[in-house]
């Protein structure tokens, strides 16, 4: 199935690129493009095109419903007693961790029989944003002009954990600084965070991901791919004033919709080199690094049914990453696309050049000096991309205990960014999470990201050096997880609350390792934020500047995994010499598995199968929409004019994968499930009458 899917994907990346995505001299936003910021909301064109005007209290409501689950992803309120609605496959992680040998909430689905039933999640956090603040002005204004761009970067870094600092001790609430437009401007966020997670309902995997890797960013789509958890606070569930209510009828073809979530990264206003370097370095790379990844875990899965239980959210989630990523790279490697980035490069650097303004044509040399940054990490991308152990849990968990010891014995301003005080609480809450990790499966990975590490930087590296001391990559992990507490909570919340001393003192063979390796991890950081980072994000902010200039604040900034308003559509669209139909409905389910003879992966899950005859086939299953979205958009809520929820966001077409540098109005989509065909599955599949009346309210309750 994959060369199959990889082939069709190639084709259509070409044709998106083929449709020429030209861009003016002023900036010309395509269709419905754009991820907007809350304080910038395209106003004038939803009047223009739609003569719709959302009022500020829509606004807000809209804000105060939508939810970022801080592992990745966005959902929202759906009831007033703190029921969220979100993907399966966000949820996927939270799953693996609380399955068992005996129960296995991925493959069997889970379904609560009332609160009771709810289980707590073992390290769920999800954030609400409740207010914004506007503080580019103290943070720029802490920023010498005339000091080194390594000065400038620290003295910015320092402004920024002083204000986040101050927040968090004023309000209590979550506190990020959020850059915004390259350094163009700078906003305080203040989150209500919310720990005590329930998970209530998720359905099979085999019916949240029906089609497997084959159907993965494909349309049509037959996905139930939705899950529901329950805030509560002081062991009770919350009650929240702001939730999203129910359309029963769902998005109609033709109809205004908008998608509130937290789309994760683009680069659509990166420079020209810094997309040459992803496209002739960092993504081949990326995907090579993740197609190693995926083979280990394969491996591993082998092994056993057990291994293979463990294995399923750590090969989806590779797998989904490669598919995606494969698609930005070949959307890169289309010539169309970066001759029309280039072009609206050329435009802005042309009104830099001519400005009468001085700060203006302060910008004149930017691009030239982020190229040559960009050239200098190209010469170590291979020590940024090997050294590490992502893909190794426990040795990670032993990586942040030795630098959480020595970060928050510095003043806070002078502490990595990720160890202020702001964000102590999140991290720890991270790090003591009982969520079972396994010996067997932590070496096995250790042992073969140690091998790549050789193969790749060879064993002189000082890195591989400090790892091995000239031993073999297995024997190394097996002394090491055999010789390792850290799989215990206790022990490891007992080396924080000891700080430096106990860290220090400690001879478990983990943290000793790692130990070791935290001078090389230093000295390649400290190298990175001074050549690379601290020129990037000067001149960035120079261009920033310049083309506040030029074109004013007339678009939107790149995705920041912060919170976003985009606008669209429900629209199918042409593909090749046919149309893609707007919606999916059960009946088309059914037809693809037969069609297939209900060969894996399009065989029906057991509860779909058995509901054929209760199911209203015809109800609306899943359907595309015209909005702009990324990966960190899965469970955001498409609602309609009214604020009404319409649809789940759990994936984009094939066409719509090169988005992350640029958006195609013709053929991008976001794929959702309706809201329709949830509470048809919840009624008819899964029997939670209850839960579907909580959802789309006792009036609408089915007789």
Known sequence: ?????????????????????????????????????????????????????????????????????????????????????????????????????????????????????????????????????????????????????????????????????????????????????????????????????????????????????????????????FAFFRVYEKGKPVSVEHFLKWSADGAAEGELVFVTGHPGHTDRLNTVAQLEYARDFGLALYLKLAAKKRADYYAYSSLGVEQARRSKDRIFGVENAIKAVTGEYEGLLEPALLKSLKGAEDALRKSVAESPDDATRGAKGSWDKIAAAVAQAGGRRLQMTYRRFDATKVAGLANSIVRYVAEVAKPNDKRYEEYRDSSLESLKFRLFSPAPMYPDMEEFLLARTLEDAVKELGESDEFVAAALGGRKPEEVARDLIAGTKLFDPAQRRKLIEGGEKAVASSQDALIVWARKLDAVYRAQRKWYEDEIESVTVAEGNRIAKARFAVYGKSTYPDATFTLRLSYGKVAGYELGTTLVAPFTTFYGLYDRAIGHAE?????????????????????????????????????????NAKGEYVGLVFDGNIQSLVGRYAYDDARNRTVAVHSSGIIEAMRSVYGLGALADEVAGESRRRH
């Open 599 to 639: 060969k894996p992966p399009f065989d029906l899950a057991p509860r779909v199968k058995a509901a054929k005859r209760k199911l209203d086939l015809g109800a609306k299953l899943n359907f595309v929409t015209t909005n702009d979205i990324i990966g960190g958009n899965s469970g955001s809520p498409i609602v």
């Open 1 to 225: 199935m994959l060369p199959i899917a990889k082939s069709r994907k190639r084709s259509a990346c070409a044709a998106v690129m083929a449709a020429a995505l030209s861009v003016a001299a002023t900036p010309q936003l395509r269709g419905e493009e754009g991820m907007w910021t809350f304080d910038n909301l395209p106003i004038r064109l939803l009047k223009e095109r739609y003569q719709f005007t959302p009022t500020q209290a829509w606004i807000d409501h809209l804000r105060l419903a939508s939810v970022r689950f801080n592992d990745g992803g966005s959902g929202a309120f759906v009831s007033k007693n703190g029921l969220v609605l979100t993907n399966h496959h966000v949820a996927l992680g939270q799953l693996q961790k609380m399955s068992t040998p005996k129960k296995d909430y991925v493959k069997e689905g889970f379904f609560a029989k009332g609160l009771k039933g709810e289980i707590a999640c073992p390290d769920l956090e999800i954030n609400v944003l409740v207010a914004m603040e506007n503080v580019t002005e103290q943070v720029l204004g802490a920023v010498n002009s005339k000091s080194s761009d390594k000065e400038q970067n620290e003295q910015r870094k320092a402004q920024i954990s002083r204000i986040t600092k101050a927040s968090t001790e004023q309000t209590g609430l979550r506190s990020d600084v959020v850059e915004l437009y390259q350094g163009g401007e700078y906003w305080l966020y203040r989150y209500k965070k919310y720990t005590d997670m329930r998970l209530v309902m998720a359905p099979e995997l085999q019916a949240a991901f029906y089609g497997g890797d084959p159907d993965n960013f494909t349309y049509p789509r037959y996905a139930l791919d």
